[in-house]
T-cell receptor, first 117, second 112 residues
Framework: EAGVAQSPRYKIIEKRQSVAFWCNPISGHATLYWYQQILGQGPKLLIQFQNNGVVDDSQLPKDRFSAERLKGVDSTLKIQPAKLEDSAVYLC???????????????FGPGTRLLVL | SQELEQSPQSLIVQEGKNLTINCTSSKTLYGLYWYKQKYGEGLIFLMMLQKGGEEKSHEKITAKLDEKKQQSSLHITASQPSHAGIYLCGADASYNTDKLIFGTGTRLQVFP
């Protein structure tokens, strides 16, 4: 079974530029998550989708970050414009997402390492 | 809000030694997950614990959730260089959610 795919693996941009990350979850997984992991810290949830709807985006800096999952499968996370403090690893995860059930295992992709200069 | 504290932050052991990593929560744990992360890579799922007193093992790694469900430990027996990496504990933010919060991680180095 294929895992969570992410691209690109690495990205270097200058501040105020835009960048986009792509994620394809495990086939059949309804729930998709984007996390931000700053060096030396644990991952922090940015946004959670259930199919193509947003479940939780309370920690997403909406003035510069946006995400979509139009067809309920793959997803794109965008930063516009980027700041120095956005340098981090952006991780995508997915889970089966059975409605009404918690304690589901999340499976993570390899991440995209972003460096903002 | 719930917080997870891991200890130690860093660990250097000689190959063959046993070691333990702890994860302490500020609130009751409903689901506790252990992941391993190699530098610059994604998280690899190791184990999930749900019930107080539960213990699970995979190869040489054993994880336990204490009876009061506010602390978990990860124990590695006879460590090997392949065990090196960052170990992260994650927990369900509340009972009716699959939102995870994570600890800051424990960096493990194993030298021959």
């Amino acid at each position: 079974e294929a895992g969570v795919a992410q691209s690109p693996r690495y990205k270097i941009i200058e501040k105020r530029q835009s960048v986009a990350f792509w994620c394809n979850p495990i086939s059949g997984h309804a729930t998709l998550y984007w996390y931000q992991q700053i060096l030396g810290q644990g991952p922090k949830l940015l946004i959670q989708f259930q199919n193509n709807g947003v479940v939780d985006d309370s920690q997403l800096p909406k003035d510069r970050f946006s995400a979509e999952r139009l067809k309920g499968v793959d997803s794109t996370l965008k930063i516009q414009p980027a700041k120095l403090e956005d340098s981090a690893v952006y991780l995508c995860a997915s889970s089966e997402g059975t409605q009404g059930r918690n304690q589901e295992t999340q499976y993570f992709g390899p991440g995209t390492r972003l460096l903002v200069l | 809000s719930q917080e997870l504290e891991q200890s130690p932050q860093s660990l250097i052991v000689q190959e063959g030694k046993n070691l333990t990593i702890n994860c302490t929560s500020s609130k009751t744990l409903y689901g506790l997950y252990w992941y391993k992360q190699k530098y610059g890579e994604g998280l690899i799922f190791l184990m999930m614990l749900q019930k107080g007193g539960e213990e699970k093992s995979h190869e040489k790694i054993t994880a336990k959730l204490d009876e009061k469900k506010q602390q978990s430990s990860l124990h590695i027996t006879a460590s090997q260089p392949s065990h090196a990496g960052i170990y992260l504990c994650g927990a369900d933010a509340s009972y009716n959610t699959d939102k995870l919060i994570f600890g800051t991680g424990t960096r493990l180095q194993v030298f021959p």
